[in-house]
């Protein structure tokens, strides 16, 4: 089990920028998968990303690709999501969550959960 924190959101103009970050304790960080899902009012949960235990590996979901970033710095046990020309619809709560199959688009595959950030993309 391991336990995450979510920070870096916020409101920003389309187009713009965020990084939001994640912050992980508990069980060895490394040795999860980690993957980022956000969810919009009246919306189902949607995966955005997630990366492997080494970082070599990554995923994206086809509405982010080219425009996010997943890394993560395992010394610091802490995962990223840059995120560069924001739509509008991007505005969602962002979550981090842990796993051990960074290959796997489901919610389900992943067993701990942070508390999630607020994204909000202004026209």
């Known amino acids: 089990q391991v336990q995450l924190v979510e920070s870096g959101g916020g409101l920003v103009q389309a187009g713009g920028s965020l990084r939001l970050s994640c912050a992980a304790s508990?069980?060895?960080?490394?040795?999860?998968?980690m993957g980022w899902f956000r969810q919009a009012p009246g919306k189902e949960r949607e995966f955005v990303a997630a990366?492997?235990?080494?970082?070599?590996?990554?995923y994206y979901a086809d509405s982010v690709k080219g425009r996010f970033t997943i890394s993560r710095d395992n010394a610091k046990n802490t995962v990223y999501l840059q995120m560069n020309s924001l739509k509008p619809e991007d505005t969602a709560v962002y979550y981090c969550?842990?796993?051990?199959?960074?290959?796997?688009?489901?919610?389900?595959?992943?067993?701990?959960w942070g508390q999630g950030t607020q994204v909000t993309v202004s026209s």
């Open positions: 508990g069980r060895t960080f490394s040795s999860y998968a």
């Open positions: 990366i492997s235990w080494t970082g070599a590996d990554t």
């Open positions: 969550a842990a796993g051990f199959l960074a290959s796997s688009r489901s919610p389900l595959d992943f067993s701990s």
